[in-house]
């Protein structure tokens, strides 16, 4: 202090920035319970209350880098994003934001933050569409409760939006430490308006109600009301400059587990996986995917082809395999397909009793060998098939008329 009492100009500018240090570090205490993999975070309120701008202006918070102590994050959302382009607004995502509708398209993006060891917030939008509790059994459902139990290896985290959590399912609106009906809820933001108006008359903020929102980390503790900060992906389209991005206020949302994507089978190709290995699991999961979805766009012909080259590479001469004749069968009608029944002893037996060269059923007699040898491509070709996801509608094999496998054999032939 000096003789007049007062305290020099260096040292107000050390005790504001003492005083701030101690409050961001008092936030920042906070945010390292909220923030973090594997923390599954619901906020409700009211249409138009502010959910979506809440979750908008954390997710900025963390993408800029402003607590680095919180590591580098990245976002997926459902939430759509617009730029101000001239006098227009273009669909447009900030660098950071991935937008996907679907967990099939989640996973890679999960792979790439594993890869360079960052974090990832997914934000569900009008999560009540999708994880009803009257749906508890839909694949949606069911894949996001599995999901959910396993996100921290993927270094992800979830928030989901709804006007109110009660038509969820429990595993989406209850604290993990819920005494009576435990959940996989880890944090709880809730719009007050009334409490927040009370909070700013009281003290005197210079805020809005949209500023302030409360949050609840446990079943067994009180809400803390914290401030929301103001960042531009909230800023209203209208106001947006050249080249800047904000949400989409009005856009619907929807999310599913995503067309063709099996998540049974990805949960089991990643399951029993070290961490280490993890991103190399979940790329080959997709590039078998792929490999797969190409192979059942192949036409039956291809097919036949492939199966024809299979039976040839086993060691059966062509002359064996082209002088097959397709045996007498027993068409059933089923959902207006036919089907045919039959079995490796009909083939034995179906003509025993005839002599070599007699007819039998309107053809003429074959060898043992050569019934046999048109069984095993007929058995391989239904088990292609069936592996193709190509089905009849009902059992059996989804064979389609036999002429087009001499078609496909000549064409091996030909071909050397």
């Given amino acids: 202090m000096d003789e007049c009492g007062v305290e020099p100009p260096e040292w107000d500018a050390e005790n504001r920035k003492r005083m701030g240090k101690i409050k961001r570090d008092a936030i920042l205490k906070y945010y390292q319970k909220v923030f973090r993999p594997g923390a599954l975070m619901v906020t409700s309120g009211r249409r138009g209350g502010g959910k979506t701008h809440s979750a908008i202006s954390f997710a900025q ?30 669909t447009d995502y900030p660098e950071g934001v991935h937008h996907i509708v679907s967990l099939k398209e989640l996973f890679p993006i999960a792979a790439d933050v594993l890869e360079k060891n960052e974090n990832l917030l997914l934000i ?14 839909t694949p949606t459902v069911t894949s996001m409760k599995t999901f959910m139990g396993i996100i921290r290896k993927f270094n992800i985290a979830v928030w989901l939006l709804s006007p109110v959590t009660k038509n969820m ?35 005197n903020l210079n805020l809005d109600t949209r500023d302030i929102i409360f949050m609840k980390y446990s079943a ?34 929807e999310f599913s587990v995503g067309d063709g994507f099996d998540f049974k089978a990805f949960i089991s190709a990643t399951g029993n996986v070290s961490s280490f290995e993890m991103v190399d699991a979940i790329r080959s999961f997709y590039r078998d995917m792929k490999e797969t979805g190409e192979e059942e766009s192949k036409g039956f012909e291809e097919t036949l082809l492939a199966a024809a080259s299979r039976i040839k590479s086993m060691g059966l001469t062509d002359e064996s ?3 097959i004749r397709h045996p007498r069968h027993h068409p059933q009608k089923e959902s207006g397909r036919v089907r045919t029944v039959l079995g490796r002893q009909q083939i034995r037996n179906q003509c025993g009793s005839v002599q070599e060269g007699q007819e039998c059923g ?44 001499r078609s496909a054999l000549r064409r091996i032939r030909s071909c050397g």
């Fill in 61 to 90: 918070m963390l993408v800029n880098g402003t607590y680095p102590e919180l590591g580098k994050w990245r976002i997926a959302t459902n939430v759509i994003f617009v730029r101000k382009h001239r006098d227009r607004f273009v």
């Fill in 124 to 137: 569900l939008d009008e999560a009540q569409n999708f994880l009803l509790g009257e749906h508890n059994g």
């Fill in 169 to 203: 399912g429990p595993a989406f609106r209850n604290f993990i430490d819920d005494p009576n009906n435990p959940g996989n809820v880890s944090v709880l933001w809730d719009r007050h308006e009334d409490f927040a108006r009370r909070i700013i008359r009281e003290h």
């Fill in 220 to 253: 067994l503790e009180r809400a803390e009301a914290t401030i929301i900060p103001k960042l531009s992906w909230t800023t209203p389209p209208d106001k947006l400059k050249e080249g800047e991005f904000c949400y989409d206020h009005k856009a619907s949302a």
């Fill in 321 to 323: 395999i082209e002088s």
């Fill in 362 to 405: 309107g053809m003429k007699k074959t060898t043992t060998k050569t019934h046999l040898a048109y069984a095993y491509i007929y058995i391989l070709t239904c088990r292609i098939l069936i592996g193709f996801r190509v089905f009849t509608g009902g059992n059996g094999c989804p064979f389609q008329p036999f002429r087009r496998w």
